[in-house]
């Protein structure tokens, strides 16, 4: 989820303060996929998938442009590597009806991208989901876990998102009733620089975000802040599917908070990492190290299957 919360300003982060961030280069290919409800709007790598494929798909108001940092050392690195707006997302349309945004509906259209990549890149394939995009793959996991090698959560939780940012939230639909989209855009843009942080980002970077978030689906926002909001805990179903998994997140992360990440590692019997230097967006805060943890799950997984 990208939305401003209660960062931890003690937390040096990984990348300059000019960093371009989700506008950094990758040479990955705009393309779209076949999704349930509309195209969907993604960036692939291409190439020959000499070491395998990995489908990484964005949070709450985030993009595929959130793993623009990792895509190049990751194709380098011999991956074909496909970033993903889900519906209703910034480049992807979406229905008009918060009830097309429920994690099961949103994990189908994953399933429909996994199928895809499946028939053309064959395996092993790799899934990731950052955020609530972890609650949604984790439903695409749950509804066919062979069709993956491994699975990542990057910054997710086990179940609903409380805390400040679940409070945040909660003032979601009143803006929206009151100015669409694009109150919630100014409100969240006065909160957000507050944040020295935010302060800090270049102004091409603050242009995408605005521009990102100004063509976000005002039903999309309505029904994944509910499903969010309302998403059961399944780590013993996740658990029970054997895949190989990873749980990731920042030092800091005030999205999930840490501790409740761990716990859920542990639950799973997952291999668990804290990226350093990184808060609740390691891909764009602290990509070196989110690409390095990555490579070396990816390998032992595909050894595995």
Known sequence: MVLPGGADFTVPLAIAPDDLRQLAAHDAEPRTFAGRAGPLA?????????????????????????????LAPLAEAGYRVVALDQRGQYESPGPDDPSAYSVEELGRDVLEVARALREESGEP?????????GLVTRA?????????????LLGSGPAKLGGRRADLLDHLGPLLDAGGVALVHETLEQVAMTDPRAQAVP?????????????????????????????????????????PIL????????????HVQADMAERLGARHEVILNSIHSPAVENPAR????????????????
């Open 203 to 243: 102004a091409p970077t603050r242009e995408f975000y605005s521009r990102r978030f100004l063509r976000n689906s005002e039903a999309g926002l309505r029904g994944m802040a509910d499903a969010m909001l309302d998403e059961p805990d399944r780590v013993a179903e996740l658990g029970a599917t054997g895949l």
């Open 140 to 152: 695409a996991v749950l509804a066919e876990p062979a069709l993956f090698t491994s699975f990542t």
């Open 125 to 133: 394939l790799h899934l990731l989901g950052h955020s609530f995009g």
């Open 247 to 258: 749980v990731a997140h920042g030092e800091a992360d005030d999205a999930w908070l840490p």
């Open 42 to 70: 993604a960036l692939d790598t291409g190439g020959e998938a000499v070491r395998g494929t990995a489908l990484l798909v964005a949070g709450y108001t985030g993009s595929k442009e959130d793993f623009a940092s990792i």
């Open 290 to 305: 989110t690409v390095e943890v990555l490579l070396d799950f990816w390998a032992g997984a595909s050894v595995q299957a």
